[in-house]
């Protein structure tokens, strides 16, 4: 049948009107009839395909049979449906892909910031908590309506810790005193001693009296360097005992504190629900605000513990410390006012203290402060 059609095909004759276009044929609708028969008869057209360029051409002149039925299709006013393109399928199927693809990385990062913004939330509501607390008990102490954790022996040491503080910042702050009028002074002995020099020079008849104080001051100016560089190393000393030691043992003792204030705010507040009613919300909300008191006890012990350690060992610096700075200060000061040039110095071989070389241009301690 397919033999008799195609041959019928073949040998019809195709009138051509003047204007070289073809006419119009009775039998186009029995043809197209007969070749849509011969399709559904003979092999799937979707599973071949034509080879453009001839035999052994490359692989991108393969052209899909299908492709050409929906442009026939297509130039005949024949709407394709959308199952029935490859192309589109495969579109569309790229398209969901891609999107579902897309979905799963915004998903997860959208709930690792909901993540963090819960976290911070939490965060947030804890610490409200606690400074509400923490205040209602410092207002209760401070009027006398709540009690306190005391410890005696150390609120003892704490207080003479800060007194000792105090009073060497006092020592401190009178011995930068001191030097800065000892060092004016010593400048002065210098211009004084460079003026009898000039003089001595210039008087013949005076020569040998302006000598003497010219050789004196000098003298005096360099001793006074010597014991300008005794009084900066115990100065520099005393500094770091007083704004660095001590003032981290009481930073730690800061911390104590507010340990002991949180202790006693859920202490307080764990008596308070012991006393309300005992029901089931009312055992919950105790055995929730007995953890808080036990976290904040073993904060307390831990901190308590901390100072402990700490002020001993301050003290045990402190006497060192403050033994050869003491030491070295009354030494300096009696062999400057003594005279003793050869006592004065060594004193400074004896406490390792560099005097900084004549004519330099880097800032003491003192400026550096």
């Avoid at 029935?84 to 399928?89: C, D, E, I, K, T």
């Avoid at 629900?273 to 008191?293: F, K």
Wanted: charged fraction near 25%; glycine fraction near 6%; hydrophobic fraction near 35%.
């Amino acid at each position: 049948m397919a033999e008799s059609i195609l041959s019928k095909a073949a040998t019809m004759e195709i009138p051509i009107n003047s204007n070289g276009d073809t006419g119009t044929l009775a039998e186009d609708d029995s043809l197209e009839q007969d070749l849509q028969q011969v399709m559904v008869s003979g092999p799937n057209l979707n599973e071949t395909s034509i080879v453009s360029g001839g035999y052994g051409g490359p692989a991108g002149g393969i052209i899909p049979t299908s492709s050409i039925k929906d442009i026939r299709m297509k130039s005949r006013g024949v709407s394709l449906p959308k199952s029935q393109s490859p192309a589109s399928g495969f579109v569309q199927h790229t398209i969901q892909h891609s999107g579902s693809s897309n979905h799963s990385p915004n998903s997860s990062t959208e709930e690792v910031t909901r993540g963090v913004a819960v976290e911070k939330l939490d965060s947030v509501r804890k610490w409200g908590i606690n400074t509400y607390k923490c205040t209602k008990q410092m207002f209760s102490e401070r009027f006398g309506r709540g009690s306190r954790t005391v410890d005696l022996e150390l609120e003892a040491q704490i207080e003479v810790l800060r007194e000792t503080k105090s009073k060497y910042e006092s020592i401190l702050s009178l011995a930068i005193a001191l030097i800065d009028h000892f060092q004016s002074m010593v400048q002065t002995q210098q211009a004084l001693g460079d003026t009898f020099t000039d003089l001595s020079q210039k008087s013949p008849e005076l020569q040998d009296e302006f000598g003497y104080n010219a050789e004196t001051q000098k003298l005096l100016c360099k001793n006074g360097e010597a014991l300008l560089g005794a009084i900066n190393f115990f100065v520099s000393s005393v500094n770091t005992l007083v704004n660095k030691t001590m003032e981290d043992t009481l930073m730690t003792i800061k911390h104590y504190e507010n340990a002991r204030l949180e202790f006693d705010a859920y202490r307080s507040d764990l008596e308070e629900l012991s006393l309300g009613p005992r029901d089931a919300a009312g055992l919950v909300r105790i055995e929730m605000a007995q953890q808080e008191y036990q976290i904040h006890r073993d904060k307390y012990e831990r901190l308590r513990s901390d100072v402990t350690i700490k002020l001993k060992f301050l003290e045990e610096n402190k006497v060192k410390v403050m033994h050869k700075q003491l030491l070295l200060f009354h030494n300096a000061i009696s062999a400057y006012f003594a005279g003793n040039q050869q006592q004065l110095e060594q004193t400074l071989i004896q406490f390792n203290v560099k005097l900084k070389p004549p004519g330099s241009q880097k800032p003491s301690w003192l400026e550096e402060q």
